[in-house]
């Protein structure tokens, strides 16, 4: 029976990939547009936000978004504007995002590149080519990029990367060998960890976390958790929060606290967690709630310094009900107002929408398609 099942997810899969390329024709929009949203504030601390639409794979549609809070204003599909001589526009499937200093760096995976923003203006720098690359993060002027290292599907695919890039010189200076599909990287003190997924061979996925010495750059140990590992946030006491994704089948998702010194298991958070976000003391987890049929997803806090759930759910006033497919998330870090989109069909423009600390709604507009991935501007 679980083979009849996986074969009907790939061909499922399948049919969603012909989709995507049925929509190649239709381009990302040559000009920026432009919305009112609300009153500006030329005094915030925050001057404004990206957001990366990821676009639907084999179709090159990736776009990239703007809230400006100083003058009140929503800039969708600047990435185009700006840049009018990039024929291709930003690319095929945007899958992170992330400004250190003045640039903005878009990881673009099946474009097989990072490109290098100005972030304040959006103006492209260069780019870096690097094979299905992943998610990005930064410490001391040096960008830490995973990469699969392979073609999307490839099942005999090797084992990934981390590159490090220079973030003056833009180049790429080293290279360490991790575990098979790796995902998203997060870094305490001198180590780098990032979850390996093994996605591209089920089921024979991967289901630990590669610890890397920044020092020598050497893959040092890996931190056994679960099959299908996603997303790894680290906070501020010492430990990673890390997403297993399951099978899709019979194992279902999990949310796991992990002592990165030890690599012990403190935790098995029992929900199906989808999308994660740290803020603080804070981790807002987007879930699949598939044990009751009028509510499909939960969204709930974790405080992390009792790892404790709290009672309350961070959208509050019903709107939930009209969200589709919960995707991205973000909390502005100085007001602490949570973003969250809503990837709708994956191939029609989402949407984005804004809450207060008391989870109530305080604006929501149309986004590109398949709104996920944010970034910060000061």
Request: hydrophobic share 35%; net charge neutral; charged share 20%.
């Amino acid at each position: 029976m679980s083979t009849i099942r996986h074969r009907y997810i790939l061909f499922v899969l399948a049919m969603l990939s012909l989709l995507a390329i049925s929509c190649r024709k239709d381009a990302p929009p040559s000009t920026e547009q432009v919305t009112t949203l609300f009153t500006p504030n030329p005094s915030s601390v925050v001057k404004g936000v990206y957001l990366l639409n990821e676009g639907n794979f084999n179709a090159n549609k990736a776009t990239l978004d703007y809230v400006d809070y100083t003058n009140g204003l929503y800039r969708k599909n600047i990435y185009n504007q700006v840049n009018p001589e990039v024929t291709k526009g930003l690319g095929d499937v945007g899958n992170d995002m992330a400004v250190y200093g003045s640039k903005l760096y878009v990881v673009v995976n099946n474009s097989n590149k990072v490109e290098v923003l100005n972030a304040k203006t959006g103006k492209r720098i260069t780019q870096i080519d690097l094979l299905n690359c992943r998610y990005i993060t930064f410490r001391q002027n040096k960008a830490y990029v995973s990469a699969y290292l392979s073609t999307i599907g490839n099942a005999n695919a090797p084992n990934g990367i981390i590159a490090e890039i220079d973030t003056a010189s833009l180049q790429i200076e080293r290279r360490v060998t991790v575990g098979r599909q790796p995902e998203e990287i997060a870094i305490i003190n001198n180590n780098l960890y990032v979850a390996n997924s093994g996605g591209y061979s089920p089921p024979n996925y991967e289901r630990t976390v590669s610890v890397v010495d920044l020092a020598s750059f050497t893959e040092t140990r890996r931190i056994d958790v679960d099959i299908n590992l996603n997303q790894i946030k680290a906070d501020r006491y010492g430990d990673l929060y890390i997403t297993s994704r399951g099978d899709y089948l019979s194992i279902p998702p999990k949310l796991y606290v992990v002592n990165a010194q030890s690599g012990q298991i403190k935790k098995v958070i029992d929900i199906p967690a989808r999308t994660i976000a740290l803020d603080d003391d804070q981790l807002y987890i987007i879930s699949t709630n598939s044990g009751n049929t009028q509510q499909k997803y939960t969204y709930q806090i974790l405080n992390v310094n009792t790892e404790t759930l709290l009672s309350q759910p961070f959208v509050t006033d019903g709107t939930d009900q009209t969200i589709t497919q919960p995707y991205g998330l973000a909390i502005n870090p100085v007001t602490k107002e949570i973003l969250l989109t809503d990837a709708r069909d994956y191939v029609t423009p989402g949407t984005l929408y804004c809450f207060d600390v008391n989870g109530k709604k305080k604006w929501q507009v149309t986004t590109g398609d398949v709104p996920a991935h944010f970034a910060f501007i000061y």
